[in-house]
């Protein structure tokens, strides 16, 4: 009789992968719970603190979110583009923020926090697409609606006041990285 169970080697591989994914949004939760409570400590902290806290958190987010459009498995193909944009416009905002923090604060951490709220969108859109097509975890909702709220809020807050801004991002880093940390380790993995 022929055996039809696929060899255990590539089984390990894709096992390997899976794990890796959850250990980088783990990361990613983990520092954006980290960042979150930084600004929420000390909301009226100097712009350049800001900047560098939000460029950290943007290049730590574009390297997982690029390296999951290379490795997953489970994304097809605009979901490997959407993830690979993502990660490009968090390294790109990232590199650019702290390159120039020393001269526009406030400006470029406007415009970092303009790009998370995009990166945010598309990120919560990803959630829901996951929820509602493979039937994912309630956190996959949860997570897609709060992200999808938090990047419309930042990209409004030029309207609203700088400390504004920082507590708003203090709340929405702390929420999505508890929830991305929880998804990442603690909820049921799937085999």
Same mark, same amino acid.
């Given at each position: 009789?022929? /055996?039809? /169970? ?5 089984? $390990? ?5 899976? /794990? %890796?994914?959850?250990?980088? +949004?783990? *990361?990613?939760?983990? &520092?954006?719970?980290? @960042?979150? =409570? =930084?600004? !929420? ?13 939000? &460029?950290?958190?943007?290049?730590? %987010?574009?390297?997982? %979110?690029?390296?999951? %459009? ?10 490997? *583009?959407?993830?690979?944009? *993502?990660? @490009?416009?968090?390294? #790109? ?6 390159? /120039?923090?020393? $001269?526009?604060?406030? *400006?470029?951490? +406007? !415009? !970092? &926090?303009?790009? !998370?709220?995009? #990166? +945010?969108?598309? $990120? ?14 309630? +956190? ?5 609606? @709060?992200? =999808?709220? &938090? ?15 920082? @507590?708003?991002?203090? #709340?929405?880093?702390? =929420? ?13 993995? $799937?085999?």
């Amino acid at each position: 009789m022929r /055996n039809t /169970n696929p060899p255990r080697v590539e089984i $390990d591989v894709v096992e390997s992968r899976r /794990n %890796a994914m959850r250990i980088s +949004w783990g *990361i990613i939760g983990l &520092a954006s719970v980290i @960042i979150g =409570i =930084i600004l !929420l400590v000390n909301p009226g902290v100097p712009g350049m603190i800001v900047t560098i806290a939000l &460029a950290i958190y943007a290049l730590v %987010a574009g390297i997982v %979110a690029v390296t999951m %459009a290379f490795i997953s498995k489970q994304l097809q193909a605009w979901g490997r *583009i959407s993830y690979g944009a *993502i990660g @490009i416009a968090c390294l #790109v905002a990232g590199i650019v923020a702290l390159a /120039n923090f020393g $001269d526009f604060k406030e *400006i470029v951490t +406007w !415009l !970092l &926090a303009i790009t !998370l709220g995009l #990166v +945010w969108l598309v $990120d919560g859109g990803l959630s829901l697409y996951g929820y509602f097509s493979r039937s994912d975890t309630v +956190w996959s909702l949860v997570f897609g609606i @709060i992200a =999808i709220t &938090a990047g419309v809020v930042l990209l409004i807050q030029p309207l609203w006041g700088y400390t504004f801004v920082v @507590i708003y991002l203090g #709340v929405a880093l702390v =929420i999505l990285g508890l929830i991305r940390f929880y998804r990442a380790f603690v909820q049921p993995r $799937d085999k």
